[in-house]
């Protein structure tokens, strides 16, 4: 079983590489400081398992889980017991270890993760924050639903816990996730173009170098999104 | 020092290995705290604290440790309570490193 570390602390790598390095079949594959950084990794490998840390500067342990279409078993390791119940809100993770970690109980994870599988694109979180009904997405503002017209939006902002929704007339801040929203959106006609925003392609006023002008906002274009937004264009 | 002991196995090479990134993370992450304990920032004062509190459990001072988890609380409640008892821990701690 291949499996990756993310956790900001070093002290605390070496002490689970070292709990992994002790269990026979399980391959530490690579090690990362934080979650962007696997991010990146996961994008282009497969792993089995991934022993990731709740508390990290930026990117939380759940912000990460987030971003995974199809997340893969994760055991988390954290100092902290109290997001033990949020944690098991979520079909991919399998065991939450408390630090320092024996290796008895650490083995007891190993076993529950082997003998565990994941549903092929589970839907992380029960809690539905967005409706789409043809054009329109509902989104649900101190408890009403208020209604945005689809392709009045060019732009969605991730800020923590909450998104921007910027559209022509309004802007409204949402308590929901980029991916959340990126699953209700049409893909012809927005595209994420960075792990913070998500634009609207027609609203595109101009591009250049690794950003792109949207009304007044000049929103980054990660590298590994340049190329799918290329194709997009209509280049002459 | 039982539960470095426990995860080595006697395996000298990883214990070598966890004290010299302790050595290295330690003063670091003690002065993130000294910087935000003087901004009088509580909240990230705490977080350094959540992180310098593994350190301590994995070096095996369980009454520190109990220590830093009740100062951790106090410092999210806006309170310094503690912040001697646990500057002393820090003082343990970079005095023992020092001898390794």
Do not use: W
């Not at chain 1, 209604?147 to 308590?175: C, F, M, R």
């Not at chain 2, 196995?9 to 670091?28: N, R, V, Y």
């Amino acid at each position: 079983m291949n499996c990756i570390i993310i956790d900001d602390e070093a002290t605390a790598r070496a002490i689970i590489s070292q709990l992994c390095h002790n269990i026979e079949g399980l391959k530490v594959t690579e090690e990362f400081p934080n979650a962007i950084q696997a991010i990146k990794y996961l994008n282009q490998n497969d792993v089995d398992l991934i022993f990731l840390d709740i508390h990290m500067p930026d990117f939380t342990g759940f912000d990460f889980i987030e971003t995974l279409k199809n997340p893969p078993r994760i055991i988390l390791t954290t100092s902290d017991t109290n997001f033990a119940i949020q944690a098991f809100e979520y079909d991919c993770i399998v065991d939450y270890l408390v630090k320092p970690i024996s290796q008895e109980r650490f083995d007891k994870a190993i076993q529950k993760a082997n003998s565990k599988s994941i549903p092929v694109s589970s839907n992380n979180n029960s809690e539905k924050v967005e409706t789409t009904s043809g054009n329109d997405l509902y989104v649900n503002i101190d408890r009403r639903l208020i209604k945005i017209d689809i392709p009045s939006i060019y732009l969605v902002e991730a800020k923590g816990d909450y998104i921007y929704v910027k559209t022509e007339s309004q802007n409204y801040t949402v308590h929901s996730t980029l991916k959340k929203i990126e699953e209700k959106l049409p893909n012809t006609l927005f595209l994420k173009v960075h792990r913070s925003f998500i634009i609207n392609v027609d609203k595109i006023i101009d591009i250049e170098d690794n950003s792109v002008l949207i009304k007044k906002d000049v929103i980054p274009v990660s590298r590994s999104n340049r190329p799918e937004l290329m194709k997009r264009l209509n280049l002459l | 020092m039982n539960y470095i002991k426990s995860l080595s196995g006697d395996d000298k090479s990883f214990e070598e290995k966890l004290f010299a990134i302790i050595k290295s993370e330690f003063p670091t992450e003690q002065q993130i705290y000294l910087n935000h304990i003087e901004a009088q920032n509580y909240q990230l004062t705490a977080e350094i604290v959540h992180k310098l509190k593994h350190k301590i459990s994995i070096l095996g001072l369980e009454k520190s440790y109990k220590i830093a988890v009740e100062f951790e609380n106090n410092l999210l409640d806006e309170s310094t309570e503690l912040q001697e008892e646990f500057e002393s821990i820090l003082l343990i701690i970079t005095n023992f490193l020092k001898q390794l």
